[in-house]
């Protein structure tokens, strides 16, 4: 009953022509297929080389004003790891973004008190993102944080349990109270239950009964409480930081012409990163020093096998980030007129955003497999063979405007393992590992 | 009273304007147009205009100035755009104005919707401009006037 | 509303009476009981979903409404057929009536039934509602052509709820809410984009709380209101995805669920009456006129009262069909996005300039570009894309394209605009895809237009259908809520009409197509409900007429689309007779070919006409989603669009033009 509109074909004729223009030089010939030899890169090429290295100085996040205070970092980090935020007791933050697993985890779908529907992401560089979560739907690191603990997949905890856990803790008590002051007395069950929070979408949810029995100001105390415990998280999560890998090394050579720190990068490496910035069109959406334009497209990747394409993604995304009480503009903000609050203000919901998943950063990104938004992918180099051939992708939609750009690229074998080289080739160096495990104490003192 | 302080005021802001940015070159890439140089113009007091030119059907002429100039990759910026006559001879005020952007070889624009205040100098603050990836872009500005609507475009490509 | 109005609304005054003192007994309807057929067991209810293919009810001409009664009879508002037929719920026909009313229903397209058994029709063509004894006997009307309260411009679905009667006035961009019982009449929103307005709403229903739901067709959402009118929510936005809509046509209540006839996903969905998702039905067609359970574009959907069974009406494809519940825990059968990829629609209208053709693609709101050089046109470029932003289309009707300026005109239709482009790109360059071809000049805002003109500003909002410009850069628009053509002069200045009121004489009823003659300035106008061509002088004077509804030489059924040849030969294609007829200009019947099927002169509602520079036919044959090319003698040369459609057009044999 229709026409198939072949546009991939008329597309790929154009692109040809494109690729022609942007490889003056052509590396993946056979002839030189071999891991020797330099590779040589045009001015041009130079030029969009540098705009991805080196990661630039962690940006501000004047919404959280905790953001940067040592005190705050450390209680965040203990509470990353701790697993009596969540409503089994086994479950924290690092379950399924392990510092051990590249700040994610090997499952598909994230595994918490539950399963959830999408794959975890790795978290590193979250403080250089634009929006948070696949869908976007956080516009700050710290309100992404919160979105977890009460998620009944993730933590399945409500936001009443945990400020309880603060005021009952004295460790935690005392952690919190040296940043923001006095803890609020939650102390009268009658006041403050146990459990309890706000179901937006089912006001007959036992959790939220018990919420909306509340007085506001009370309310108002347990969310305050609850935000300040995000932003905790957040200056935390600020401290994860990708960078200085063997790329930026590379760059840093290719800058000042050192050899010996080009030699950083692999032959392959080199190649790779000359497909990245060149015929693959990588950089187009994986742009910038982390690798990613924080937005969202539609690259037509099926879901996992049995299971249908029905997330809606950036679509929902951009109601439920306008929609969050905790977002830039919300009361919970810092900086309620800033440039973050003024992001969500240009938003606007628009059917092409259905089934658009966030661009990840691909800092570290060997570390993390399996990859795509429930994990789909095992491997980079599954990831770069959808590319190659769309094989099984998503038909472009009944109606719908996918990313034009998705073509099959029809990658060789070698240039495969050369893009596979490079990615590989942005792992950062490693962190401290006192940062990657939960401290003896919340509380932070300067010895 | 009022209304004649209003007219003056824009009057004066027309002729600044089309002194100093209307009459400059007709359009250009955002990397390729050079700016004037600073000796030509009697007056820098308001926003000099590299770019502009005429509306796609002879309408109107537009001049505008991004924030910063050029246009980032990835990172919001805000463009200030004067509509005159297409003789640029006359600021009007009497107009509505939208602004987009489109990338026609993707087959989408922005993630944005621009916001756009009328200024009281005559012109217009368009904020919320985001152009999220490299490659080839057309910038919308569309003025509307009784009911029509008249674009005006200009290329942009960023690398 | 006006004293008349009112006296036309309480006659026949012992009707009326009884009417008011019976109310909503059962009475009449026990009188009324002459159906041979026993009424399913509603005992037997399976505990599963609607959406089982049971049956279905074939034959018929166009229906586009339909509702249940109590003993699960079908009342179906026949459009094309001009009456309603009532079938049992085996679909056995029972009776039919309205045409013998004076006048005659025409192109009915809501129906409701009373309690009492009583029919409400809402005659679309005749712009009222007419309500008629259970036996078909006429009882009253209510309503005539007019933008005040208790006047309708093309009412649509329409619903009962205790002493009210809501009518979707899809042509007044409102609903009104009559007193059944009394002269009120409520008018619930009007023309906008806001929450609480409506952009062509189609169908209305209420629930057991008394809340309305209006199928907001072209803002693509259902809107909720209470009973006294007062706006409460929306949901629904343009898509495929669940949830999502494309052409919302019909809305009905059934026990705590609204079903929704999603027509251009091919689908119903039900929804919460809060707008929460539940499910949906619907299986995509792959074979031409395919049935049994697949469905295709469904205009309304009705509920049987005991919940056992439902029924889809498709006027596309000239049936009804019935669907039961499926089995506890079951899903119905449903045909994803995912699982028929993207579609392309050809028409309903094109236009050809040079080598170069345009074609509006209703469902992806776009436009298509080809080259037309070829024997097969190759798509060089399309654009637009459903939403409101310049570029964007909702609905594009009709295309025109001048040949000296490569400017496209646009009909967007569910914006109520014109929008005009240049196709700027190397007419002699190399035939291929290019993004980007067309350059948005500028659009025109006929609502804001409308608002402008004194002698607009009174009626309705103009709904741009299809749009023709003559040799002095004058622009005619047929508007959906018109009897008359608009004319605009070259800065888009109201000039006056064709077919005004103080024009006398001219059939002009619902006009569809017009075409341009420049060495006469006379101006050929189709219409689609008089079954007329009528010929307009370059004074916009009504000079003659041809046709008349029939279906012999130089007699139309609904004929929609016209075109002239460049020598001068006037072609009307007509989609309800599947033909085309050539006449020269001045009405003299020349030829005829094209009859209902898929082989090569043959059509399904064919609906636009346009001739190339190699002097060959385009038909848009949209019923069968592919466009045929003649010569311009009617000899059949090939066919494009689809496999499926395009094939039986090489195995029927040796196409000839067909003889009366």
């Not at chain 1, 720190?261 to 790779?272: D, I, P, Y």
């Not at chain 3, 059509?603 to 989603?625: M, T």
Request: aromatic residues 10%.
């Amino acid at each position: 009953m229709s026409t198939w509109i072949d546009r991939t074909s008329s597309r790929r004729v154009l692109l040809g022509g494109l690729a022609a223009a942007l490889l003056p030089c052509s590396t993946a010939s056979p002839a030189n297929a071999g891991d020797a030899g330099a590779v040589g890169f045009s001015p041009q090429e130079q030029e969009r080389i540098y705009q991805h290295s080196p990661l630039p100085p962690l940006p501000a996040d004047p919404t959280n004003r905790v953001a940067d205070f040592p005190p705050a970092v450390r209680l965040g980090q203990f509470l990353y790891f701790d697993r009596r935020l969540s409503a089994n007791g086994e479950v924290s933050c690092a379950t399924c973004h392990d510092p051990a697993k590249g700040l994610a985890d090997e499952n598909t779908l994230a595994e918490g008190v539950d399963t959830g529907t999408r794959h975890s992401q790795a978290v590193w560089n979250m403080a250089y993102n634009r929006w948070f979560f696949w869908d976007g739907r956080a516009d700050t690191l710290w309100s992404q944080a919160l979105i977890p603990t009460e998620g009944p997949a993730e933590l399945g905890s409500t936001r009443l349990q945990l400020i309880h856990l603060l005021s009952s803790d004295n460790a935690l008590r005392s952690a919190y109270e040296h940043i923001f002051g006095p803890l609020p007395n939650f102390s009268d069950e009658s006041r403050f239950p146990k459990v309890g929070r706000p179901v937006p979408d089912d006001d007959t949810h036992p959790h939220h009964r018990v919420w909306s029995s509340m007085d506001d100001a009370d309310q108002l105390a347990v969310n305050t409480v609850y935000a300040n415990s995000g932003k905790c998280v957040a200056a935390y999560e600020r401290r994860l930081l990708s960078k200085d890998s063997p790329f930026d090394v590379f760059v840093e050579g290719l800058r000042g012409g050192d050899p010996t720190k080009m030699a950083a990068l692999s032959a392959s490496a080199q190649r790779g990163l000359k497909l990245f910035i060149g015929r693959g069109n990588c950089r187009i959406c994986h742009s910038g020093p982390n690798f990613t334009d924080g937005e969202f497209h539609d690259i037509r990747m099926p879901p996992l096998p049995g299971q249908q394409p029905t997330d809606s993604a950036r679509y929902q995304g951009v109601v439920d980030a306008q929609g969050n009480p905790f977002n830039a503009a919300g009361q919970f903000s810092d900086d309620r007129e800033g440039a973050a609050a003024k992001k969500l203000s240009f938003l606007v919901q628009k059917p092409e955003q259905w089934g658009q998943f966030k661009t990840p950063s691909l800092r570290s990104v060997a570390l993390s497999a399996p990859y795509m938004h429930q994990g789909q992918k095992k491997t980079l180099r599954d990831v770069l063979h959808h590319y190659s051939t769309l094989e099984g992708a998503l038909p472009p939609g009944h109606h719908g405007q996918p990313e034009q750009l998705i073509v099959p690229l029809q990658f060789t074998i070698q240039e495969m393992e050369d893009l596979q080289a490079f990615l590989i080739a942005l792992t950062g160096a490693p962190l401290d590992p006192k940062l990657l495990e939960q401290p003896a104490s919340p509380v932070w003192s300067e010895l | 009273m009022l209304e004649s302080n209003i007219q003056t005021r824009l009057l004066l802001a027309a002729a600044l304007v089309f002194w100093t940015g209307c009459q400059n070159r007709e359009t250009g890439s955002w990397q390729a147009a050079p700016r004037p140089s600073q000796a030509s113009i009697p007056q820098p007091a308001v926003p000099q205009f590299d770019l502009g030119g005429l509306s796609n059907d002879g309408t109107f002429y537009v001049c505008y100035q991004t924030k910063p100039d050029p246009p980032p990759l990835n990172e919001p910026f805000d463009v200030d755009v004067f509509v005159c006559n297409a003789a640029k001879t006359q600021l009007l005020a009497d107009v509505g104005l939208t602004a987009d952007a489109d990338m026609p070889a993707h087959g989408h624009g922005m993630n944005t919707l621009p916001k756009v205040q009328a200024l009281p100098n005559g012109g217009f603050s368009v904020e919320g401009m985001l152009f999220h990836m490299s490659g080839h872009w057309e910038i919308y500005f569309d003025i509307s006037r009784n009911g029509i609507t008249e674009r005006a475009q200009f290329d942009v490509h960023l690398d | 509303m006006s004293a008349k109005i009112f006296e036309l609304w309480l006659c026949p005054p012992i009707r009326w009476i009884a009417f008011l003192l019976v109310g909503a007994s059962a009475l009449l309807a026990q009188q009324a009981d002459d159906a041979a057929a026993p009424p399913r067991d509603p005992t037997k209810l399976p505990a599963g979903v609607l959406g089982k293919y049971e049956s279905a009810i074939t034959s018929l001409n166009s229906p586009a409404g339909v509702a249940i009664d109590q003993r699960g009879r079908i009342y179906v508002a026949e459009t094309g057929g001009r009456r309603i037929r009532v079938f049992d719920s085996n679909g056995r026909p029972i009776r039919e009536f309205g045409t013998e009313t004076d006048p005659p229903l025409l192109n009915p397209t809501g129906v409701a039934v009373a309690d009492n058994g009583h029919v409400f029709v809402s005659d679309t063509g005749n712009n009222r509602v007419v309500e008629f004894s259970p036996k078909g006997v006429f009882v009253r009307s209510r309503g005539r052509r007019g933008c005040a309260d208790g006047e309708f411009i093309n009412p649509g679905g329409i619903a009962l709820s205790g002493k009210w009667l809501y009518v979707a006035d899809t042509g007044n961009n409102r609903v009104q809410r009559l007193d059944l019982g009394g002269p009120n009449a409520q008018i619930i929103g009007r023309f906008g984009q806001e929450p609480g307005s409506f952009n062509s709403p189609l169908d209305v229903c209420v629930d057991a709380q008394g809340s309305l739901y209006v199928a907001d067709y072209d803002n693509q959402r259902i809107q909720k209101f209470d009973s006294a009118g007062q706006f409460i929510t929306t949901w629904g936005d343009w898509g495929a995805a669940e949830a999502l809509l494309a052409g919302p046509r019909g809305v009905e209540y059934h026990d705590g669920l609204i079903y929704v006839a999603d027509s251009h996903n091919h689908r119903i969905q039900a929804f919460d009456t809060s707008g929460k998702f539940r499910y949906a039905w619907g299986e995509h067609v792959i074979r031409p006129y395919e049935g049994e359970g697949k469905i295709h574009y469904p205009d309304q959907v009705a509920v049987a009262p005991s919940g056992e069974f439902a029924v889809v009406c498709e006027s596309w494809e000239n049936r009804c069909q019935v669907f039961g519940r499926v089995a506890a825990g079951e899903k119905p059968k449903l045909t994803q996005w995912w699982e028929v990829g993207q579609a392309m629609h050809y028409g309903p209208l094109a236009d050809v300039a040079g080598h170069v053709m345009v074609m509006t693609e209703t469902e992806g709101h776009r436009i298509m570009v080809f080259d037309v050089s070829r024997e097969e046109p190759i798509l060089i470029g399309q654009f637009g894309g459903y939403g409101t932003k310049p570029t964007r289309f909702i609905r594009p009707a009709d295309v025109k394209l001048d040949p000296d300026s490569m400017r496209l005109y646009i009909a967007d239709a569910g914006n109520r605009r014109l929008q005009i482009f240049r196709l700027a790109f190397d007419p002699g360059g190399v035939v291929k895809f290019r993004p980007g071809l067309a350059k948005f000049v500028k659009s025109i805002d006929l609502v804001r237009l409308g608002q402008n003109d004194p002698q607009l500003r009174d009626g309705p909002v103009i709904e741009p259908i299809a749009l023709e410009r003559d040799d002095r850069g004058n622009t005619y628009l047929i508007s959906a809520n018109h009897p008359f053509v608009l004319v605009f002069d070259p800065k888009f200045n109201f000039m006056g009409s064709l077919g005004s009121g103080a024009d006398e004489g001219h059939p002009l009823q619902r006009p569809a197509d017009l075409c341009f003659e420049p060495s006469s300035g006379q101006m050929y106008v189709v219409d689609a409900q008089s079954g007329w061509v009528a010929v307009f002088d370059r004074e916009r004077k009504f000079t003659f007429a041809w046709g008349g509804l029939g279906t012999g030489e130089g007699k139309f059924t609904k004929p929609v689309g016209i075109t002239r040849g460049s020598d001068g030969t006037i072609y009307v294609v007509d989609a309800g007779a599947d033909r085309v007829q050539a006449f020269d200009g001045r009405g003299k019947f020349q030829m005829q070919w094209g009859s209902t099927g898929l082989g090569a002169s043959q059509f399904f509602k064919p609906v636009g006409v346009v001739q190339d520079e190699r002097k060959r036919l385009i038909i848009v044959d949209y019923g069968n989603h592919r466009g045929m090319y003649f010569k311009a003698d009617g000899k059949f040369i090939s066919a494009f669009g689809p496999r499926l459609f395009v094939r039986p057009t090489r195995s029927s044999g040796r196409p000839q033009p067909t003889a009366d």
